[in-house]
């Protein structure tokens, strides 16, 4: 199947899906994230990028944050754990060399999860690959955006949802004044990896790989409804520790499988989004992203010019001249596979810093 991966899915694509849903086999995934995404196809169009990105300086407060976050993510996986380890030198690379590859985003605490979860599946440059793709392709980029657009969206989303679908958590949630934010980011930016068991997260992995972020919408409304009875039953001053602590003792299975029944349509998560849009909070948001990543540009152009220069200064214009080639690529190709460039066409321009 994975050999003549774009004729099968063509031909068969409740197959794929029904497939992925039930799980994919341990051993594969490292091989079917990435066809999944597709970054196994920005690998082969791309052959050289990674290594001319790890080459690039990220902006200052970047780089800081994720030293920082190195000895956060997975500090007991034993990939990982070792200050310094080849684990954390391989998530440091990813993390740096995406967040030179995408200037607007940078880094964003929360990305390291991720990326740490490909890292344990795949070769460092794949797993940076497959993070461009699940980002881009799969839409939750936005997620990672200065204020944080995209995520605000899907919390206006996940409410939405929760009242057509569990409007009994919605009415606790309301009633008890629990916001979404206040526990939503460890779920969606780390597509869940922070709080729960890493067999339900690399499910969770699976579908985001293959539908993307309405795939990630079921998947809470799904956590929530088998908490429901717990969380009615729990005093309102401990409903927020509650949130932190149940989602431990689910069970992978059973919540996948009440995902994927959840009916939720994109005329719906469209509806709703472009409902938050309109609101006060969804323009200021907008604007003050607009605002950062203006700012994030400016300086990333400035850092190109400095490099191109250097590289021409030393007599090594075939390393100036790949740069100026690359910083021009990723100008005309930014935002084109990225579903929510349409809503950030104004400022979600992808360039080499």
């Known amino acids: 199947m994975l050999a003549n991966w774009g004729v099968f899915t063509r031909r068969h694509p409740a197959t794929v899906k029904r497939r992925v849903r039930k799980g994919i086999p341990d051993s594969l995934r490292g091989i079917v994230w990435p066809v999944l995404a597709g970054g196994d196809e920005l690998a082969r169009r791309h052959p050289s990028m990674y290594r001319r990105l790890l080459m690039a300086a990220p902006r200052e407060d970047d780089f800081a944050v994720i030293r920082n976050d190195l000895f956060r993510t997975f500090p007991r996986h034993e990939q990982f754990k070792e200050e310094g380890g080849p684990g954390q030198l391989a998530l440091m690379r990813v993390l740096r060399a995406y967040a030179a590859y995408d200037t607007e ?33 799969r839409g939750l980029r936005g997620h990672y955006l200065p204020q944080f657009p995209l995520y605000l969206e899907h919390v206006a989303v996940l409410m939405g949802l929760l009242a057509k679908h569990e409007p009994a958590i919605y009415r606790l949630f309301e009633a008890e004044s629990i916001g979404f934010t206040m526990f939503g980011m460890q779920w969606l930016l780390t597509l869940f990896a922070h709080s729960f068991p890493f067999e339900f997260v690399v499910r969770v992995v699976d579908v985001v790989c293959l539908e993307g972020h309405k795939a990630l919408l079921r998947v ?25 602590t149940l989602p431990a003792k689910l069970n992978a299975d059973e919540v996948m499988s009440k995902a994927m029944a959840i009916s939720v349509t ?78 950030w066409a104004d400022s979600a321009t992808s360039c080499l810093g």
């Not at 999860?113 to 699940?134: D, G, K, N, Q, S």
């Not at 809470?220 to 932190?244: C, F, N, W």
Request: glycine share 6%; hydrophobic share 50%; net charge positive.
């Open 220 to 244: 809470v409304v799904a956590v929530l409804r088998l908490l429901r009875q717990r969380l009615l039953d729990t005093p309102g001053h401990a409903l927020l520790k509650a949130l932190r």
């Open 105 to 137: 985003v940078g880094y964003c605490q929360g990305m390291a999860f991720v990326a740490a979860l490909l890292i344990t599946y795949m070769p460092e440059e794949i797993a940076f690959w497959t993070l461009v793709a699940v980002l881009r392709r």
């Open 266 to 343: 994109s005329e719906e998560v469209m509806k709703l989004r472009s409902a938050f849009r309109t609101s006060t909070e969804g323009r200021v948001a907008r604007r003050e992203c607009g605002r950062k990543v203006a700012a994030r540009k400016a300086a990333a152009a400035a850092r190109g010019r400095i490099a191109a220069e250097q590289a021409a200064e030393a007599g090594d214009e075939a390393t100036a001249a790949a740069w100026r080639e690359t910083a021009t690529a990723f100008d005309r190709d930014a935002g084109l596979d990225d579903p929510e460039a349409v809503f």
